[in-house]
């Protein structure tokens, strides 16, 4: 198996695991979509108490949502050091590859969506744009980036390349 093609394995499995378990992903995120909507279209409008105590609700949605993905991703998976090890021996271009894609990832959703993007845009219509982009990032973006990094660490720790996802 090429490293390139091993590499592709972990995000093609956790956009499996990601439409597996949609309901699970979008029920939670849409906490922090919904949280990240209001305060920065309305950014001068909402009391900073509630700003920061919606802040705190996010994180702890985010914290369960990582949790849960983490227990359903690794439900019988015995973590081993040795085939870990292994891997990274003998695999370690396919951890470059995924190196280069998450930066990829990185530079366009974060720096060409979120920076770019809104600098080309008039001033007026800033404020909405990275409201409603925020909105879509968490249910997305946010959530499929820490299912890939999930798969890494399935992958590296000696879950056999193209175990089927558990519903």
């Known amino acids: 198996m090429t490293e390139l093609k091993l590499a592709f394995e972990v995000p093609r499995w956790a956009w499996d695991w990601y439409t597996a378990h949609l309901g699970l992903v979008l029920g939670l995120s849409l906490v922090a979509s919904v949280q990240r909507l209001v305060v920065v279209n309305w950014t001068g409008e909402i009391p900073s108490g509630l700003a920061t105590a919606s802040e705190v609700v996010v994180l702890a949605v985010r914290v369960a949502l990582v949790v849960l993905m983490w227990r359903s991703a690794m439900a ?27 930066g990829a990832a990185f530079a366009v959703f974060e720096v060409l969506a979120e920076h770019v993007v809104s600098g080309l845009l008039p001033e007026s219509a800033r404020q909405a744009y990275l409201a409603v982009l925020l909105f879509v990032k968490n249910p997305t973006v946010i959530a499929l980036t820490v299912l890939w990094w999930i798969g890494v660490v399935r992958q590296v720790f000696g879950v056999p390349v193209g175990q089927p996802v558990a519903a």
Not at 80 to 96: E, K, T
């Open 76 to 102: 019988g998976v015995a973590l081993s050091w040795g085939a870990a090890r292994a891997f990274v021996s003998a695999h370690w271009p396919s951890l470059l590859w995924q190196v280069v894609f998450l």
